[in-house]
């Protein structure tokens, strides 16, 4: 079963205090791993998306990393600005044949300044 | 128009109710896809729709749930007989392509709440 799982659930930092998050995932055949920002009451807004193991991604203080069963998102000298919902998700088969994503739970970021 | 467009924004209705939610995707996306968020879960993939093809809708999760899209453009997803069980975000998402790796962009969704 294709599955995603995102750790830690929360994370709280201070602001310029940089950390990693964490998404394991199960895929049969890897078509893309995505990576996904939601603010409160809004929907998700993409961020990058990564093919193959090795594959790096960057924008702003986000950087996005792949293996074969992980992705990271790291985030440098984070700012207040960048709290957020933070969705993995993975492009799976759907029983009808069709493509989907299949989400992770997400991980709440709160930077305090 | 520059984003996915979902209307209504926010849906209170009594059990039994039935509810239709509708969907602008962005103009030239043949791709659309409905997903719900329950609370504290992930999204969850419902229907696809892609150009004219027999839309995918191997994710419905049971007999209440409908959707319609005439071509390229809105799509509806309609619930009949609404359980409390069915209060979430559903959200709404088009893709430029069909092709694989394309990134889905989504709508903000509409908050159903269901007394």
């Known amino acids: 079963e294709d599955q995603v799982t995102q750790s830690p659930e929360a994370l709280r930092l201070q602001e310029g205090e940089s950390s990693s998050l964490n998404c394991s995932y199960t895929?049969?055949?890897?078509?893309?791993l995505f990576w996904y920002r939601q603010d409160p009451g809004k929907g998700p807004e993409f961020l990058f998306t990564?093919?193959?193991a090795g594959e790096e991604k960057e924008k702003e203080r986000l950087k996005a990393t792949l293996t074969k069963k992980e992705s990271f998102l790291h985030i440098t000298a984070p700012k207040p600005e960048d709290s957020a919902t933070y969705l993995c998700?993975?492009?799976?088969?759907?029983?009808?044949?069709?493509?989907?994503?299949?989400f992770g739970k997400g991980m709440k970021l709160t930077v305090n300044p | 128009g520059a984003g996915v467009s979902q209307s209504p924004s926010n849906k209170v209705t009594e059990k039994g109710k039935d509810v239709e939610l509708r969907c602008d995707p962005i103009?030239?996306?043949?791709?659309l896809y409905w997903y719900r968020q329950r609370l504290g879960q992930g999204l969850e993939f419902l229907i696809y729709?892609?150009?004219?093809?027999?839309?995918?809708k191997s994710g419905l999760p049971s007999d209440r749930f409908s959707a319609e899209r005439t071509g390229e453009s809105v799509s509806t997803l309609t619930i009949q007989r609404t359980q409390q069980e069915d209060s979430a975000v559903y959200l709404c998402?088009?893709?430029?392509?069909?092709?694989?790796?394309?990134?889905?962009?989504f709508g903000d969704g509409t908050r159903l709440s269901i007394l």
């Open positions: 998402a088009s893709r430029r392509t069909g092709l694989s790796g394309e990134p889905q962009h």
């Open positions: 895929v049969s055949g890897l078509r893309g």
């Open positions: 990564l093919y193959s």
């Open positions: 998700a993975v492009q799976a088969v759907t029983q009808g044949g069709s493509e989907k994503l299949v």
């Open positions: 103009s030239g996306h043949t791709a």
């Open positions: 729709f892609q150009g004219n093809s027999a839309p995918d």
